[in-house]
């Protein structure tokens, strides 16, 4: 089970972001994603492997974490960074993910 | 240039099969570097992980939808496909179709189509 917290965050543009994702077991091979939702849209995967970003994106993002404590940060939230972020896991079957944080404008 | 495109009946009766098919573009479906998966999303709600299947055909489902899912691959065509039997109003989501590397996250997706279980 992954659980994130906080469910919302409301945050001004501008600000950093600090999202959490715990998971009941440890993740052996931190095989942790983060991805970001909009409304209407699929998800675009963020980070891959905990820390790694996925192509083309930006380096505001970052991945951290092991075990079973991981964190999303963004450092300067831009208007098009509201959103939902959802983390999941593909290190122990089956692959599940968490239940979300929304990122609101403050 | 990767793309994904779901397919299939928006409404379904209770206890009936959902049926979609997810065409894959700039890819081919029988690369060994790959899965191929499909993801759902209740209306307001969160993703849950319906499974996957690779190139070899060994397909892995999430145990909660397991007895009630299949997932195949149509090499000739470049698809695959999502069957969900009996299904109920719990059902009802949109449904997103995904590429996700052998390590990795999900990194391409369709579009997604919605999915409403009513009679």
């Known amino acids: 089970v992954l659980t994130q917290s906080p469910g919302t965050l409301s945050l001004s543009p501008g600000e950093r972001a600090t999202l959490s994702c715990r998971a009941s077991?440890?993740?052996?091979?931190?095989?942790l994603v983060w991805y970001q939702q909009k409304p209407g849209q699929a998800p675009r995967l963020l980070i891959y492997?905990?820390?790694s970003r996925a192509t083309g994106i930006p380096d505001k993002f970052s991945g951290s974490g092991s075990g079973t404590d991981f964190t999303l940060t963004i450092s300067r939230l831009d208007p098009e960074d509201f959103a939902v972020y959802y983390c999941?896991?593909?290190?122990?079957?089956?692959?599940?993910f968490g239940g979300g944080t929304k990122v609101e404008i403050k | 240039q990767l793309q994904l495109q779901e397919s299939g009946p928006g409404l379904v009766k209770p206890s009936e099969t959902l049926s979609l098919t997810c065409s894959v573009s700039g890819a081919s479906i029988s690369s060994n570097s790959y899965c191929w998966g499909w993801i759902r999303q209740a209306p307001g709600e969160g993703l849950e992980y319906i499974g996957v299947?690779?190139?070899?055909?060994?397909?892995y489902y999430n145990p909660s939808l397991k007895s009630r899912v299949t997932i195949s691959l149509d090499m000739s065509k470049n698809e695959f496909s999502l069957n969900l039997n009996s299904v109920t109003a719990a059902d009802t989501a949109v449904y997103f179709c995904a590429r996700r590397p052998l390590v990795g996250g999900f990194d391409s997706w369709g579009q997604g189509t919605l999915v409403t279980v009513s009679s």
């Open positions: 999941q896991q593909y290190d122990i079957a089956p692959v599940t």
């Open positions: 492997g905990a820390s």
């Open positions: 077991q440890s993740l052996g091979r931190n095989y």
């Open positions: 299947i690779y190139s070899s055909g060994s397909a």
